[in-house]
């Protein structure tokens, strides 16, 4: 059976030659980009170039760039260390109720040590008013950390526009984008972040890797001790292989990414389409328009989202529940809840995140297999059969 992958959200494949520009660095490029000799110095090469393609990407300076081993750790690295850094300033730190896990684990661990977080609510299609930003920041505060794009319903926030008001009020601005980078235009200057987290699994390179733009003159306090990598940001030895697949990646999106995201757009829009067409009693989830090019939530009255994914797998379908890092917990969603979903219909959602290599005839497959799995599961569903008529 030919099967489809539809959750690129949680991860993607490598590109090819992304794993190409990668294969020498295993092998006979090993060198410890930190080593004076030759072996370093041509591992500590690629590993510039790389750093200079990302940098040129999201319009950062090459020194601006901390490699890492990803998203989380940049998220991490971000809020604690601008809390420790600026301690004596104030203990006050502004997220939304929607951020990613880590952010908000972070923020709640910071909180039990005496930090005072407030949390931004969302409106119905998971966006956060920018104004409601304003009102929020106190002479305390010290950090404001939004996500550029939500990994499970896709709305994309108005980060510019937080941006702007965060420079005005000199509060140093943070933004997860491991969601947006290589899928939507990321520039640090146009949105005006102090700090932004990427990680490049979620665009054709490798896992593991990732970094955290700091712009030139942020304070925020180092979060691995020990060597003196990274300019001294980030101890640890240079993942070169890692570093040099993240550049290659980016590199590939630079000339792809106008094109795959109009593609995506169309993809997305079509199985949208479709789903609330053929089946009853389905919303999406999510802003219709300012989302992410290849993501599609849909809630599905009366089911079980899981009991969907398994069926769905059987025909050959991998979707997701929302957010791969709790789909093993019962929790509902706390996107889905924020954006006024019950308990029960956020249960019954499901998320398909298309990509780089997701067909038309990948979302036909979908449009003809999905609606009866939907229906012989409702037809079981003691909930659905008091209310059929309605
Ligand atoms: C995937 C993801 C993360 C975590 O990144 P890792 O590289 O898996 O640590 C953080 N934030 C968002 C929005 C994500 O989608």
């Known amino acids: 059976m030919e099967r489809i992958y539809l959750d690129y959200a949680a991860t993607t494949g490598c590109d090819l030659e992304v794993l190409e520009a990668m294969k020498p660095y295993f092998t006979e490029k090993f060198g410890n980009a930190s080593s004076i000799h030759s072996f370093g110095q041509e591992a500590k090469k690629g590993m510039e170039d790389a750093r200079g393609a990302l940098a040129d990407f999201i319009g950062a300076k090459p020194e601006e760039i901390v490699f890492n081993s990803g998203g989380s750790e940049a998220d991490n690295h971000a809020i604690f260390g601008v809390a420790g850094a600026l301690q004596k300033k104030g203990n006050h730190i502004i997220a939304s109720v929607i951020e990613h896990h880590a952010v908000l684990e972070p923020c709640k661990l910071l909180e039990k040590r005496g930090y005072q977080v407030t949390y931004i609510k969302v409106n119905n299609e998971g966006l956060v008013d920018a104004q409601e930003v304003k009102k929020a920041i106190t002479d305390k505060t010290i950090l404001i950390s939004i996500m550029h794009a939500n990994n499970e319903i896709g709305t994309v926030q108005p980060i510019a526009e937080i941006g702007k008001i965060a420079r005005e009020k000199e509060i140093t601005f943070h933004t997860d984008a491991v969601q947006a980078v290589g899928h939507i235009p990321v520039n640090v200057n146009e949105l005006d972040v ?20 700091i712009r030139k003159g942020t304070r925020v306090h180092n979060f691995l001790h020990g060597g003196d990598q990274e300019r001294g940001r980030r101890a640890s030895t240079s993942n070169v292989s890692g570093i040099i697949g993240l550049g290659k990646a980016i590199e590939l999106c630079k000339e792809k990414i106008e094109q795959e995201s109009a593609a995506q757009i169309q993809l997305r829009d079509a199985l949208i389409k479709g789903l609330l067409a053929k089946i009853p009693r389905s919303y999406l989830n999510g802003h219709p328009t300012q989302r992410l090019p290849n993501n599609v939530n849909i809630s599905f009255e009366y089911i079980e989202g ?26 509902p969603s706390h996107v889905l809840l ?23 005839s990948d979302i036909d497959y979908v449009l003809e297999t999905l609606p009866p799995i939907v229906d012989k599961l409702r037809k079981m569903s003691p909930l659905y059969d008091d209310r059929k008529t309605t």
Do not use: Q
Not at 194 to 213: N, T
Not at 338 to 360: P, Q, V, Y
């Open 338 to 360: 924020a954006i006024g979903r019950t308990h029960e219909i956020a249960h019954g959602s499901l998320r398909f995140s298309m990509g780089r290599w997701t067909k038309k």
């Open 194 to 213: 102090d700090l932004l987290s990427l990680a490049a699994h979620k665009f054709y390179g490798p896992k593991g890797v990732g970094a955290l733009y």
């Open 306 to 331: 899981e009991s969907i994914l398994l069926n769905l797998d059987m025909m050959g379908i991998a979707a997701s529940t929302g957010s791969a890092c709790t789909s093993s917990s019962l929790e």
